[in-house]
């Protein structure tokens, strides 16, 4: 396949997944269930296509994690306990693949940003968790453990630019959303809408960071020129809408 026409394909399935995203968005705020079921399993696998064919080479770790996630939602529309623990551990494989992925691409190297952004997360987990503890009853520890990869997720996120970073901030918000809910704590007006929009732009963030991040990691390596520091990591596009 040629360059344009694997930037071709890639603008076809962002704009496949940002279709699906948005009828994915309307079928919760109305209650259709089953268009909800239908196209929340399509959301990754077309994320994931697009990230593979937006750049000549994509991190290895991206896909499994956007795999991983798609393992999760549908878990999670089975409904249950045991489909519920099963969806959080697909999840945490996630978290690990981006964690890694990151570290991989430079996240931790500066130090000094690293801890400052680690204290500030590990404090809103720490508020997080006292809060919630009380009412999640035999779930305490499943989202204590799961929370604390969520948090290194945005950590990690956070080493690679701004927009990352968000994406790893808002899939710590999604998460958060769901736990109170698991809680029994009163809910947003749109709680739902809100959980899945927040989760949406945050594995879409997260995938463009660590596309960007590899692109500036191998472009010394491959003899091209060292694109210009945007987002962090690397700002050179990749054919995908920004």
């Known amino acids: 396949m040629t360059v344009t026409a694997r930037l071709r394909a890639a603008r076809g399935l962002v704009t496949a997944f940002a279709a699906t995203s948005a009828a994915h968005l309307?079928?919760?705020?109305?209650?259709?269930?089953?268009?909800?079921h239908a196209t929340k399993p399509a959301l990754m696998p077309l994320l994931a296509a697009h990230s593979l064919a937006s750049a000549e080479r994509a991190p290895k770790l991206l896909a499994p994690a956007l795999l991983a996630?798609?393992?999760?939602?549908?878990?999670?529309?089975?409904?249950?306990?045991?489909?519920?623990?099963?969806?959080?551990?697909?999840?945490?494989?996630?978290?690990?693949?981006?964690?890694?992925?990151?570290?991989?691409?430079?996240?931790?190297?500066?130090?000094?940003?690293?801890?400052?952004?680690?204290?500030?997360?590990a404090t809103a987990w720490a508020v997080m968790i006292t809060q919630l503890w009380p009412d999640l009853g035999s779930l305490q520890i499943p989202v204590a453990a799961y929370s604390l990869l969520l948090a290194s997720t945005a950590v990690s996120s956070a080493g690679l630019g701004l927009a990352t970073g968000i994406g790893g901030?808002?899939?710590?918000?999604?998460?958060?959303?769901?736990?109170?809910?698991?809680?029994?704590?009163?809910?947003?007006?749109?709680?739902?809408?809100l959980v899945m929009a927040t989760y949406v732009a945050a594995q879409y963030l997260l995938a463009r960071g660590a596309l960007r991040a590899e692109e500036a990691r191998t472009a010394p390596a491959s003899g091209s020129s060292q694109p210009e520091r945007g987002d962090g990591a690397a700002g050179a596009r990749l054919g995908a809408p920004a």
């Open 26 to 36: 309307g079928a919760i705020a109305t209650g259709a269930t089953g268009l909800q």
């Open 69 to 121: 996630s798609t393992a999760g939602d549908v878990l999670l529309q089975v409904g249950g306990d045991t489909a519920f623990l099963a969806g959080m551990g697909s999840f945490a494989a996630a978290h690990v693949a981006y964690v890694t992925m990151f570290a991989g691409q430079g996240a931790f190297s500066d130090r000094r940003r690293t801890l400052l952004v680690a204290a500030a997360y």
């Open 169 to 193: 901030g808002l899939f710590l918000l999604s998460d958060s959303l769901i736990a109170a809910r698991l809680a029994g704590w009163k809910l947003l007006p749109g709680h739902n809408v």
